[in-house]
């Protein structure tokens, strides 16, 4: 089991709400820096994906309705920015590859479906995802997807969920938010074996694996087993992380993971984001855990570096 040093900031939705201060006797670390050499991006179309007639006329259409809902909401001469967000797995509850390809497909067919509206790039949500270490799955709230939505220009947002029975049915659902009335919508179609295929393949991730930390001579890593006689880093001064107004609006709640290097004199330095999270709350952190101070692992009843995997929950009540 890997160690962690968990955090939990909370914060109630009033701008003026009261943070809590970390608790004696746990460790209540934060965040990090910039994973520079973070892995090529595994976003790009996969030339192997092909729909039937049958599930390509389908998705044509559900597109060529959303426009047409769109479109007659008389918004006026000035045209609607809409994203596309990833499709959504319910069950279980992830994102999948066929997810990702059918967002990218149903994306062109809203761009060719009305002059109405325009249809972002659906390489700024990778870029924006990458660029934060997180994934659609991390976003959690419709509030939080709005935000990002904004964030990127957009005045409007689709998002969709897919799920398959046991008749092999795969069902798209639907639902449009922003500055048209909202409105949900739905097809389905037969499940090939491509789609099933990439129905269970999990969709790239933005997350970085504890493995490509570069090794660090004499830095003992306090990871999965036991260390014997190892004692772990504890909290002498760790002041809470605070909420940014853009977390607050967006309303987000998520954890964020790092790995730390925590020196023989208890400093922090050498930090990667693991997973990160959006709307500056990363940097924010970052810029809070420099001026903690740790009690250093010991071995032996010698203080050594180590590096520790942490986690931190931002929370609203």
Not at 8 to 22: F, G, I
Not at 37 to 53: G, H, I, P, R
Request: charged share 25%; glycine share 6%.
């Amino acid at each position: 089991m890997m160690y962690h040093i968990q955090a939990l900031t909370t914060a109630r939705e009033s701008p003026s709400c009261s943070r809590r201060n970390p608790g004696l006797g746990r460790i209540f670390v934060l965040i990090v820096a910039v994973w520079a050499s973070f892995s090529n991006s595994a976003w790009a179309q996969t030339s192997d994906f092909v729909l039937t007639k049958a599930a390509e006329a389908q998705l044509d259409s559900l597109a060529a309705r959303a426009a047409a809902k769109m479109k007659a909401s008389n918004r006026g001469p000035v045209p609607a920015y809409v994203i596309v967000f990833d499709f959504q797995r319910q069950s279980p509850k992830s994102s999948s590859r066929l997810g990702s390809l059918l967002a990218d497909r149903f994306a062109d067919m809203l761009r060719h479906s009305s002059s109405a509206i325009e249809v972002i790039d659906r390489e700024r949500i990778k870029t924006y995802l990458k660029k934060n270490l997180t994934d659609t799955d991390d976003l959690g709230s419709f509030s939080a997807y709005l935000s990002v939505a904004k964030d990127l220009g957009a005045t409007d947002l689709i998002r969709g969920d897919i799920s398959e029975d046991e008749n092999q049915v795969l069902k798209i659902s639907i639902h449009h938010e922003g500055s048209f009335p909202p409105f949900d919508d739905e097809t389905q179609f037969l499940i090939s074996k491509d789609i099933e295929n990439l129905l269970v393949k999990p969709a790239a991730s933005n997350h970085i694996s504890p493995e490509a930390i570069p090794k660090e001579p004499g830095v003992i890593v306090m990871g999965s087993g036991q260390v014997e006689g190892m004692e772990r880093p504890s909290c002498i001064t760790c002041t809470a992380p605070k909420y940014t107004e853009a977390g607050r609006r967006a309303r987000f709640m998520g954890t964020i993971i790092m790995s730390a290097l925590v020196t023989a004199d208890g400093q922090v330095t050498s930090v990667y984001v693991m997973r990160g999270v959006p709307f500056g709350l990363t940097e924010e952190a970052v810029a809070t855990v420099k001026g903690w101070k740790l009690k250093p692992a010991t071995k032996d009843g010698q203080e050594v570096p180590a590096r520790v995997e942490f986690t931190t929950t931002f929370r609203l009540l």
